[in-house]
């Protein structure tokens, strides 16, 4: 990928599900740090380690299944939170995810969803619905550690 790089074919490099533990051996041999870790964030699975190592080195979250994979519409206390701002839970959540600096990837094959999940730059979260929403951790479940699954 650092080939890649300084031949010009890509502007940014980055990885992806790498834990802390994966993170340190690279960041001693890499000649070019990774932009980007892409790891699976949102408000039930809210990966605080590797979020806060990501902060501490200067590499960018992006949020993959920033909906829980759909299982976030399963957390009832969102559904008022959503009202109260006039907007969907899915426009909540990805708000949310912004607010964390993180880079959310929402997927959809539904058209109007695709414009709703788009339509996230024209309010905010206040401070207090912030914190409300960092406390629904687990919530709706939480994604498995690779170290921990017998596949
Ligand atoms: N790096 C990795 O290891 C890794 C692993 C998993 C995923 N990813 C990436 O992350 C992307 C997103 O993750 P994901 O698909 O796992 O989960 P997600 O984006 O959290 O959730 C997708 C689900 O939410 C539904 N949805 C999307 N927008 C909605 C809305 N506004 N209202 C109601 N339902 C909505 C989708 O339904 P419909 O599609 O039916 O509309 C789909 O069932 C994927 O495209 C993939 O590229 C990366």
């Known amino acids: 990928m650092e080939a890649g790089l300084k031949a010009g074919k890509t502007r940014a490099i980055g990885v992806s599900n790498f834990h802390p ?7 001693k041999f890499a000649e070019i740090k990774s932009a980007v870790n892409q790891i699976m964030v949102n408000p039930s699975d809210q990966q605080e380690e590797i979020v806060s190592f990501n902060v501490d080195n200067n590499i960018l979250t992006e949020a993959y299944s920033p909906l829980g ?14 009202n109260k701002y006039n907007k969907t839970i899915a426009q909540v959540v990805l ?57």
């Open 21 to 27: 533990r994966h993170l340190k051996p690279l960041l």
């Open 69 to 82: 994979t759909g299982k976030i519409f399963e957390v009832a206390e969102l559904a008022d939170l959503a």
């Open 95 to 151: 708000r949310w995810s912004l607010h964390k600096g993180y880079l959310p990837l929402p997927k959809s094959v539904t058209p109007a969803r695709i414009k709703e999940n788009a339509e996230i730059f024209d309010f905010d979260l206040s401070i207090e619905d912030i914190a409300f929403i960092d406390s629904l951790h687990g919530k709706a479940g939480l994604a498995k550690n690779p170290d921990e699954v017998d596949f």
